[in-house]
């Protein structure tokens, strides 16, 4: 096999920032994937031009032997991959900004809006067809790589990918649960730890930490040091933070009231949730529709224009780097490994490291069905993710993850099928709708307002 000594990663979405630069960094930095090939692919010819020659001018500075591809036709640099991870995203900065701002209308409040609520299932109606074209595309070219699918809403995409093409070995990431880093920070929240220095391999041993749910709705269901429960020095340090808290530093709508909201889920269910940011709008309490006043105030919506800057100055980063205005050198210094690139760092060196996949459950949460969709703690090789035993999912908390499941499964099936009828289904079953009245509205204002980044078939079914 080629990845053995020369591994060659595709990356479809080259000029999705938030991974592209990373992969650069950690192709280049690691010995056994510097010696393979990075090839690049992105719709937009000059984005992807800056990616390919950056890439290029970090290899060189850093005197590797890495080769660097880029095309605009993703066909043209499939042949002989070994690992393809999907990472693009069209205009989705305005879409999630047109899902937030009608949603809100009909009294649905999202902070991130692109995993769960209406915002969720567009977006996997913007994505999923063409996730759907690579796969076709992979599994003519190059069946034997394994797809990593980083697009959100990742459930739903990695679902698709299980059932819908089945030949193809595939799972699927999110960067909110990257090992050993999420283990060391509920180290250092129960007090096992003062500092990041003080954890060693002897402190992860004695500490038994479990985590598992359905992406962006994961708990943490054990966390016992030398037998020892934790969990209420883990919930005291929310608590703590959430009294101490002011609004000096990230304000972002995923930002906000995090700690507060933390705690009061682990006062509710007894069990910390660890993706609080995305979490928080996955249940109902802080849509802001009770008739009291609640203590933590409604959701804040995504900030669009706050995203477009953010991009912007990601795309500046890289100009300077091009142009000379910022060293080349400094380059290994701005950056560092990425979720993707260090599991397949991992599968190709066989490093044995566990990393946190979304796969199928294959038993690990006990209670829960073998095919269920859910990012799990797994030992990771060339032979795929194996979730490691986690115990069951607690009664209150199952409920819900089984109806995000449902949501998720059929919005997939919606896509997939283009079927009208499982698309209002699947909206009437996300845990953020209230009102029929409401969904149906949402779907057509959505369906018009997004008709340039949709498959004309659901134009054709709703005339039908």
């Known amino acids: 096999m080629s990845a053995a ?5 595709v990356v479809i979405g080259a000029g999705s920032l938030f991974f592209g630069r990373q992969s650069i960094w950690q192709m280049v930095h690691s010995p056994y994937l510097n010696k ?33 591809e880029g095309s ?15 990472s693009f995203a069209e205009d989705t900065v305005k879409y999630r900004g047109i899902d937030c701002a009608v949603s809100e209308k009909y009294g649905i409040r999202m902070c991130s809006g692109d995993t769960i609520g209406p915002g969720g299932i567009f977006r996997a109606m913007r994505e999923l ?36 093409a089945p030949k193809l070995k595939s799972f699927a990431l999110c960067d909110s649960h990257h090992m050993p880093h999420k283990k060391l920070h509920y180290a250092l929240r129960a007090g096992i730890i003062k500092d990041k220095s003080e954890y060693t391999p002897d402190v992860d041993a004695r500490f038994d930490f479990r985590v598992a749910g359905v992406n962006h709705f994961t708990w943490l269901l054990k966390a016992e040091y030398e037998g020892r429960d934790i969990m209420p020095q883990i919930g005291d340090s929310l608590k703590r ?31 910390v949730p660890t993706c609080v940011a995305h979490t928080k709008e996955y249940v109902r309490y802080w849509q802001g529709l009770g008739k009291l006043k609640d203590a933590i105030p409604p959701l804040s919506i995504w900030e669009t224009e706050d995203r477009y800057r953010r991009h912007e100055e990601m795309w500046e980063q890289v100009d300077g780097f091009l142009s000379g205005k910022t060293p080349i050198a400094e380059y290994m210094n701005s950056f560092g490994p990425d979720h993707a690139t260090d599991i397949i760092e991992s599968m190709v060196g066989g490093l044995g490291k566990p990393f946190f996949i979304n796969t199928l459950n294959r038993g690990a949460v006990s209670n829960m069905n073998d095919d269920a969709f859910l990012e799990l703690l797994c030992e990771v090789t060339m032979d795929g993710p194996k979730p490691l035993p986690v115990g069951e999912m607690p009664r209150g908390i199952r409920g819900m993850q089984e109806l995000v499941l449902d949501t998720h499964e059929l919005t997939a099936e919606a896509v997939v099928q283009r079927s009208r009828e499982k698309l209002r289904r699947a909206m009437l079953t996300d845990p953020l709708v209230s009102s029929i009245a409401d969904a149906d509205r949402i779907i057509d204002e959505l369906l018009e307002l997004e008709k340039d980044a949709l498959p004309q078939e659901w134009f054709e079914l709703a005339k039908s």
């Open 72 to 86: 605009t036709d993703r066909k043209e640099v499939l042949p002989d991959a070994d690992f393809v991870v999907l």
């Open 5 to 9: 000594q020369h591994p060659k990663v």
């Open 129 to 164: 067809p063409a996730i759907m074209d690579c796969a076709r595309d992979i599994e003519a070219i190059c069946p034997e790589a394994w797809v990593i699918n980083y697009i959100n809403p990742s459930t739903v995409h990695g679902i698709a990918l299980a059932r819908y």
């Open 36 to 68: 393979g090939t990075l090839a690049l692919v992105d719709t937009d010819g000059e984005r992807l031009d800056k990616m390919v020659r950056l890439a290029r001018m970090v290899a060189a500075d850093n005197g590797v032997e890495l080769k660097v």
């Open 241 to 271: 933070d959430a009294e101490t808290a002011t609004l000096g530093g990230d304000t972002g709508a995923k930002a906000l009231h995090n700690d507060a909201i933390g705690y009061q889920l682990y006062e509710i269910f007894g069990y």
